[in-house]
């Protein structure tokens, strides 16, 4: 049996010159299939875990297929993505359990 599938990692990377989430999971992803119904970006407040908003985009998925990226956010800002349960791998295995990553995204011309 397959292990479930996992983030590994959750993080601000470049994308274009600008900045984006990325999550990297444990096992490939279906690149066929949308995943924006299992997943939810939250930009949050400077201060504190309540409020925040949904953002509206697109996840794109890496050519390794273990990363997915939240292209267009804004630099330094601190957002919360939320996983739901239900995303699978493409070897069909399930995220397990709903899970929240905060990330704070780098400024503007910096590197990462």
Do not use: C
Not at 78 to 100: I, P, Q, S
């Amino acid at each position: 049996v397959a292990a479930a599938l996992q983030v590994v990692e959750a993080t601000s990377r470049d994308f274009n010159g600008a900045p984006a989430l990325a999550l990297s999971f444990n096992q490939p992803l279906d690149a066929e299939r949308g995943y924006g119904a299992f997943l939810q970006v939250l930009e949050m407040p400077d201060t504190g875990d309540e409020g925040g908003k949904r953002v509206a985009g697109t996840w794109k998925i890496g050519e390794d297929h273990h990363l997915l990226l939240f292209p267009r956010v804004k630099p330094s800002t601190r957002y919360v993505v939320r996983v739901m349960d239900g995303l699978f791998a493409k070897n069909g295995t399930r995220f397990a359990h709903e899970a929240r990553f905060s990330i704070h995204t780098v400024a503007a011309g910096a590197t990462h």
